[in-house]
């Protein structure tokens, strides 16, 4: 793969933390979003720097725009473009609807949403500089069936899916690519309350998904020339 300048935003842990660490390890100039995880970021860039690998890391809260544009400056400023960004960050609660409340709902939104229109417009002008790009978002199996008492999160989440076929119209004469992927049930810290065995038996694979498995996709969607405006399921069959 060529040599990219990647953002990752949310990098710090689970999923995000995968994926710095597989196209670190190709080579690419990481730079690892983090916002309140400082340590497990700190730890991250130790870990890769040991073994010889570049990576930067910026605190940033990605549902704030002045923060990104700060973000965003960095970037260029050290390496004069952004190649990929793949716009990962994001939050969960479990809430019955009659529940949540519109501080609730706002910062599902807020966070999950809007973060990736607020990072994506900030970015992705440097890409039509250069006619080409690559922006992968990642949504969630809830956006494409819903989940119960996650309501604001599968609107949060089917949101960037549409997001991510509008602009993958948009922009596609200007070479840049944008897709999404829609991880399952995958074993991180999110998903640490949920009931695993019970999720089990409704996957056909009858196994959670790892963090490696969405690292794979990015990584290959970044190597692709003709996939675009796409919603790729990685859920062991649980939606077919």
Request: proline letters at 1%; a negative charge; glycine letters at 8%.
């Amino acid at each position: 793969m060529h040599k990219k300048v990647i953002l990752i935003t949310g990098a710090s842990r689970g999923i995000g933390r995968e994926i710095a660490k597989t196209l670190a390890k190709e080579g690419n100039r990481v730079i690892a979003n983090y916002n309140q995880s400082e340590e497990k970021a700190i730890q991250l860039q130790n870990e890769l720097k040991e073994f010889g690998y570049e990576i930067d890391i910026f605190k940033c809260d990605v549902s704030k725009r002045e923060e990104v544009k700060k973000m965003i400056d960095f970037v260029i400023k050290k390496y004069g473009k952004i190649d990929v960004l793949v716009n990962n960050a994001g939050i969960d609660q479990v809430k019955l609807f009659t529940d949540i409340s519109d501080d609730d709902w706002n910062n599902i939104i807020q966070n999950n949403l809007y973060s990736v229109f607020c990072c994506t417009q900030e970015t992705i002008k440097y890409m039509l500089s250069e006619k080409s790009g690559c922006v992968i978002n990642i949504s969630s199996i809830f956006g494409r069936i819903g989940g119960a008492c996650e309501v604001h999160y599968s609107v949060s989440k089917a949101g960037i899916d549409g997001m991510t076929k509008a602009l993958a119209k948009e922009f596609g004469l200007s070479n840049i690519r944008i897709n999404s992927i829609a991880p399952g049930i995958i074993d991180t810290d999110m998903n640490q309350n949920v009931n695993y065995e019970e999720m089990k038996a409704e996957i056909p694979l009858g196994k959670m998904g790892k963090t490696m498995d969405i690292a794979k996709c990015v990584k290959w969607l970044i190597e692709d020339e003709y996939t675009t405006g796409q919603v790729i399921e990685i859920n062991g069959g649980w939606n077919m």
